[in-house]
T-cell receptor
Framework: AQSVSQHNHHVILSEAASLELGCNYS??????LFWYVQYPGQHLQLLLK??????LVKGIKGFEAEFIKSKFSFNLRKPSVQWSDTAEYFC?????????????FGGGTRVLVKP | DGGITQSPKYLFRKEGQNVTLSCEQN?????MYWYRQDPGQGLRLIYY???????QKGDIAEGYSVSREKKESFPLTVTSAQKNPTAFYLC?????????????FGPGTRLTVL
């Protein structure tokens, strides 16, 4: 069975700092990759996704992620964070062809941006 | 407004009681999912349904049951057999079909068993 690891459970940084959240997965086949974000008191929502093509994908609110197949990684980045980026971030994978398009999530990273 | 609704937002139950969590979507999606969210563990899949009248166990189905009698509804019952039911429960839906697609999430129900 596949698994997803997010290296940092908590990240605290100041506004304008750069953010990088690590995500590694274990699965031998081809996967679709997702980053979801959960702002305080809000629904879990999609930040960005990778299905195929350019391994550098851009999402909403200035976020981007790079798929490195050889490293089984899909790290999330933002060059300059804002206080409104305070949220919990989840990486998820879905093996291509898996029944039901099931997602396996990482444990999440709580990000606190200090004003 | 299109979306996924879950009710209630907060639910309290006594130990030993079954409880049913509601999930409704008006997105005309074929597939629906139930996840459980616990601190530090991310989301774990309980059950999923790709089509009406069909559903499959996820990774942590023990102590839970579901039904899918209508396309728009996918209720989850937390039974007394679930050893640690206190958690945040999220319902999701996706268009379904053979191609992978984004899952859209509801606001969640926080269940506390006393």
């Amino acid at each position: 069975a596949q698994s997803v690891s997010q290296h940092n459970h908590h990240v605290i940084l100041s506004e304008a700092a750069s953010l990088e959240l690590g995500c590694n997965y274990s699965y031998g086949g081809t996967v679709n990759l997702f980053w979801y974000v959960q702002y305080p008191g809000q629904h879990l929502q999609l930040l960005l996704k990778y299905f195929s093509g350019d391994p550098l994908v851009k999402g909403i609110k200035g976020f981007e992620a790079e798929f490195i197949k050889s490293k089984f990684s899909f790290n999330l980045r933002k060059p300059s964070v804002q206080w409104s980026d305070t949220a919990e971030y989840f990486c998820a994978v879905s093996p291509i062809g898996a029944a039901g398009n099931k997602l396996t999530f990482g444990g999440g990273t709580r990000v606190l941006v200090k004003p | 407004d299109g979306g996924i609704t879950q009710s209630p937002k907060y639910l309290f139950r006594k130990e030993g009681q079954n409880v049913t969590l509601s999930c409704e979507q008006n997105l005309n999606h074929d597939a629906m999912y139930w996840y459980r969210q616990d601190p530090g563990q991310g989301l774990r899949l309980i059950y999923y349904s790709q089509i009406v009248n069909d559903f499959q166990k996820g990774d942590i189905a023990e102590g839970y049951s579901v039904s899918r009698e209508k396309k728009e509804s996918f209720p989850l019952t937390v039974t007394s057999a679930q050893k640690n039911p206190t958690a945040f429960y999220l319902c999701a839906s996706s268009p379904g079909g053979a191609r992978a697609d984004t899952q859209y999430f509801g606001p969640g129900t926080r269940l506390t068993v006393l």
